[in-house]
């Protein structure tokens, strides 16, 4: 702020000749008597040495603001590296510049560190192996990796439009004209050095797939191993110590021949099941009575079932139907292991725009939860390993989830939950 000391002598700076001049010519007037053609000329020669005076005296004002616009300047070129002297300059005009030397120092290393993660950025997605490029706000190229270059197949230049690229302007982003099969796109937006930008990368899924998919197969075969020999393995048993008697008796022939049709009967049936699991239609959702349909899987199964919550569903009926019918014989079959007839509990209600669906019963609980949702694996002895899965996969189709846990007191609770349109069912 300016002081009054510093105003009173600007003040006095400005006023003392002023009046020494005025004196001295009414001096010369009065007392040595000169003409107006002299006193013209004095005046002349005064109003020049005044002038000057003037001029000296602008100049202690305007050249430090002189030197607040240089750094002002300056800053607004982002140049961090002017360095003004202080010495010799008003106090207000000294402060001005001490403040702006402090804000340019503060500035200057803030450029470092933008420059020096700049540097750090490019270095690491030099290093990565898929595509990566950065646009500006103008849709610019402003870096392309190496992979990048590989990729597209087509030379890449800096401040090249993103057409060029072969990229195409979409919502939240790029992606390309033809994105290779197997590759998956992404865009994300970051700020470097004050400026927006556009990151886009494409990553290469088909590893992953194609280990993905010798995983299943190598699954498929084990449990298709497994379920084989343990059906064809008996049989071939029991025709080798059949072959190998000398007479055959028709009691005991028949007793091999039941086991064997017992054997294919089961290995039918393991295949029928996979079948079922593999070739679920596509759901045809709509609205229909979850209660009725509930009791009507109970009745099939005759076991007791207590109802709660809301009665109208949205979901594809029949597929539901294998999904309460097998989940109510797990249930029941969990509750007779412990001679019980207490009614299994049966909750659905809806959450914002999610649908929730319980059953608990009094069983002992699951015995291996972690496995429980894997294909073919099961603990019943009579059992196929594809009830629950085929009851996942049924909630998978309407975009659900399935899970289950164990009570603390005992007994077991499968919940599941899945979208819910905006319209009502009536």
Same mark, same amino acid.
């Given at each position: 702020?300016?002081?009054?000391?510093?105003?009173?002598?600007?003040?006095? +700076?400005?006023?003392?000749?002023?009046?020494?001049?005025?004196?001295?010519?009414?001096?010369?007037?009065?007392?040595?008597?000169?003409d107006?053609?002299?006193?013209?000329?004095?005046?002349?020669?005064?109003?020049?040495?005044f002038?000057?005076?003037?001029?000296?005296?602008?100049?202690?004002?305007v050249?430090?603001?002189?030197?607040?616009?240089?750094?002002?300047?300056?800053?607004?070129?982002?140049?961090?590296?002017?360095?003004?002297?202080?010495? =010799?300059?008003?106090?207000?005009?000294?402060?001005?510049?001490?403040?702006?030397?402090?804000?340019?120092?503060?500035?200057?290393?803030?450029?470092?560190?933008?420059?020096?993660?700049?540097?750090?950025?490019?270095?690491?997605?030099?290093?990565?192996?898929?595509?990566?490029?950065?646009?500006?706000? $103008?849709?610019?190229?402003?870096?392309?990796?190496?992979?990048?270059?590989?990729?597209?197949?087509?030379?890449?230049?800096?401040?090249?439009?993103?057409?060029?690229?072969?990229?195409?302007?979409?919502?939240?982003?790029?992606?390309?004209?033809?994105c290779?099969?197997?590759?998956?796109?992404?865009?994300?937006? !970051?700020q470097?050095?004050?400026?927006?930008?556009?990151?886009?990368?494409?990553?290469?899924?088909?590893?992953?797939?194609?280990?993905?998919q010798?995983?299943?197969?190598?699954?498929?075969?084990?449990?298709?191993?497994?379920?084989?020999?343990?059906?064809?393995? %008996?049989?071939?048993?029991?025709t080798?110590?059949?072959?190998?008697?000398?007479?055959?008796?028709?009691?005991?022939?028949?007793q091999?021949?039941?086991?064997?049709?017992?054997?294919?009967?089961?290995? !039918? $049936?393991?295949?029928?099941?996979?079948?079922?699991?593999?070739?679920?239609?596509?759901?045809?959702?709509?609205?229909?009575?979850?209660d009725?349909?509930?009791?009507?899987?109970?009745?099939?199964?005759?076991?007791? !079932?207590?109802?709660? =919550?809301?009665?109208?569903?949205?979901?594809?009926?029949?597929?539901?139907?294998?999904?309460?019918?097998?989940?109510?014989?797990?249930? !029941?079959?969990?509750?007779?292991?412990?001679?019980?007839?207490?009614?299994?509990?049966?909750?659905?209600?809806?959450?914002?725009?999610?649908?929730?669906?319980?059953?608990?019963?009094?069983?002992?609980?699951?015995?291996?939860?972690?496995?429980?949702?894997?294909?073919?694996?099961?603990?019943?002895?009579?059992?196929?390993?594809?009830?629950?899965?085929?009851?996942?996969?049924? +909630?998978?189709?309407?975009?659900?989830?399935?899970?289950?846990?164990?009570?603390?007191?005992?007994?077991?609770?499968?919940?599941?939950?899945? %979208?819910?349109?905006?319209?009502?069912?009536l």
């Open positions: 702020m300016l002081k009054f000391s510093e105003i009173k002598t600007d003040v006095l +700076l400005l006023s003392v000749p002023a009046l020494l001049l005025g004196s001295l010519l009414g001096w010369c007037l009065s007392t040595l008597g000169w107006w053609l002299q006193l013209l000329s004095l005046a002349c020669v005064l109003t020049l040495l002038v000057g005076y003037l001029r000296l005296l602008l100049k202690r004002y050249t430090p603001w002189r030197y607040v616009a240089m750094c002002c300047d300056a800053l607004k070129s982002n140049e961090h590296n002017l360095r003004l002297a202080h010495t =010799g300059l008003p106090k207000l005009t000294s402060a001005a510049l001490a403040e702006l030397t402090s804000l340019q120092q503060r500035l200057a290393l803030q450029q470092q560190g933008e420059q020096q993660q700049w540097l750090l950025f490019r270095e690491l997605w030099q290093l990565l192996p898929y595509p990566v490029l950065l646009l500006d706000a $103008k849709s610019k190229l402003t870096f392309a990796n190496k992979a990048a270059a590989d990729f597209l197949a087509r030379p890449l230049l800096q401040q090249q439009a993103a057409t060029l690229c072969g990229l195409q302007a979409v919502a939240g982003g790029y992606a390309l004209q033809q290779p099969t197997g590759w998956r796109e992404h865009c994300s937006q !970051l470097l050095a004050q400026q927006q930008f556009t990151l886009w990368y494409a990553l290469d899924l088909r590893q992953s797939l194609h280990a993905e010798r995983r299943s197969h190598s699954e498929l075969v084990r449990v298709l191993s497994h379920e084989l020999r343990n059906s064809l393995t %008996p049989m071939a048993s029991m080798e110590t059949l072959l190998g008697q000398q007479q055959w008796q028709e009691s005991q022939v028949r091999v021949l039941q086991r064997i049709g017992d054997r294919a009967s089961r290995l !039918l $049936k393991f295949i029928a099941a996979y079948r079922e699991v593999s070739q679920l239609p596509e759901p045809q959702p709509r609205w229909f009575r979850l009725e349909l509930a009791q009507s899987c109970a009745d099939l199964l005759s076991c007791p !079932l207590q109802f709660q =919550g809301l009665s109208w569903c949205y979901a594809d009926p029949m597929l539901f139907e294998q999904l309460l019918l097998n989940l109510l014989k797990n249930a !029941l079959e969990a509750q007779q292991q412990l001679s019980t007839d207490v009614a299994i509990r049966l909750s659905f209600y809806r959450e914002g725009q999610q649908q929730h669906l319980q059953i608990v019963d009094q069983g002992p609980g699951f015995a291996n939860p972690a496995n429980l949702f894997t294909p073919f694996y099961t603990t019943k002895a009579q059992g196929l390993g594809v009830g629950m899965t085929l009851c996942r996969d049924i +909630l998978h189709l309407h975009q659900g989830e399935l899970t289950a846990c164990n009570h603390s007191d005992g007994g077991a609770c499968l919940s599941a939950n899945w %979208p819910a349109p905006d319209t009502n069912p």
